[in-house]
């Protein structure tokens, strides 16, 4: 019997003081790539923020290495935010100095976010949902309007938002909103809700808790059907099935269509690569571009990504055209054409492009 070996996904983060990040990208970079980890690791002045694959053995040398460090030890919920997955989730190993580990457009110390504090368990989480009166509470989901569409706590309300840094234009809208609630914010691993309740705060919004541990930590310690959809998650799955047969809830709605799926995909104009939700047929009936803008630059610059339902070879066109600019037209002329054709009469219903901005949780 061939033997299958076992993965784990690990993703943690730690608000500490840095001071040679570079130093501390090379050595985390060099350890990483040494045991055979693969994954996205952001290091800068406020802290770190990991999320790798690898099997057993790989994964218990890095906890060993970080138990280790006079930095990087003890980070919270290690155990239980980690997932079991059937191979490495990640093409290779990234580590990056950042002068933010989650982009909010503000750095705050570590010390700024222990004392903002208002952490509430799962527990009180899950016991509120079930128990609370609705009239006193609201839960707002703190990610961004590509995630929470995916997937989100029942009852959720979202923060509204293309990307995390804008999340302040929304301030003054949360308290004409929420002035007399209590606010329960939560995000995929917790980082974001631990930056944004030291801005809410800040900036007025006193009576705000964030959920301990994240979306992460509840769905793999409860299967309760809180949750609806899948979760958005930041490696080669892009979303992640919660729940089971009877607990799961199939709420994504087609960016085509108002067809409920489960399928996710990218964008096949490369500069844009946007994750987006679509219907397998209405993917492939839109030829992989999510708006009438990604289609329009396909047409003049052919950054288009191969698929097995497009005969042309986009890379091969390109390569001819660097071999010999003399071809650029005529090329370049006859993808337009063969785009058009595929096309003709298809409606976009974006006219914009849908790329959002990256978000480590």
């Known amino acids: 019997m061939k033997h299958t070996p076992s993965y784990t996904l690990l993703t943690f983060y730690k608000f500490v003081h840095v001071e040679d990040t570079q130093n501390e990208v090379e050595k985390h970079l060099w350890f990483c790539q040494d045991i055979g ?19 057993q053995w790989q994964i218990e040398a890095y906890k060993l290495y970080l138990d280790k460090h006079p930095l990087f030890n003890n980070p919270e919920d290690l155990d239980i935010k980690a997932t079991p ?5 990640f093409q290779k190993m990234i580590v990056k100095e950042k002068d933010e580990i989650v982009a909010l457009g503000k750095t705050y110390t570590p010390e700024e976010i ?4 208002n952490r509430m368990s799962i527990e009180d989480f899950k016991d509120l949902m079930e128990n609370g009166n609705p009239d006193e509470y609201a839960i707002l989901d703190m990610r961004n309007n590509h995630e929470y569409s995916l997937g989100h706590f029942e009852w959720a309300i979202p923060a509204n938002t293309l990307n995390f840094r804008e999340l302040d234009k929304h301030i003054e809208e949360y308290k004409e909103q929420f002035w007399d609630k209590k606010i329960i914010s939560y995000c995929t691993g917790w980082i974001r809700c631990e930056k944004s309740t030291v801005m809410l705060q800040k900036a007025g919004l006193k009576n705000i808790y964030q959920l301990q541990g994240g979306v992460v930590k509840y769905i793999n310690t409860y299967n309760d059907g809180k949750w609806l959809g899948n979760l958005y998650v930041f490696d080669d799955r892009v979303s992640d099935m919660v729940g089971d047969e009877n607990t799961h809830t199939t709420i994504w709605e087609c960016i085509y269509s108002w067809i409920k799926t489960n399928n996710c995909e990218n964008c096949r104009y490369s500069p844009c690569n946007a994750r ?16 009438k803008e ?29 071999i010999n600019p003399e071809v650029k037209d005529e090329i370049f002329e006859n993808i337009k054409r063969h785009l058009e054709k595929k096309l003709s009469g298809v409606e976009f219903k974006h006219k914009e492009s849908l790329k959002e901005d990256f978000i480590m949780d």
């Open 276 to 291: 987006i939700i679509a219907d397998p047929k209405e993917y492939k009936k839109h030829f992989g571009f999510c708006s």
């Open 37 to 55: 980890l693969k994954g996205r690791i952001y290091i800068g002045k406020e802290g770190i923020s990991s999320t790798v694959t690898g099997n």
């Open 85 to 89: 997955v059937d191979e490495h989730k």
């Open 114 to 117: 222990d004392e903002a504090g």
């Open 294 to 322: 990604c289609y329009e630059n396909a047409k003049k610059d052919t950054l288009v990504k191969e698929t097995n339902f497009d005969s042309m070879n986009y890379k091969m066109e390109r390569a001819k055209v660097k």
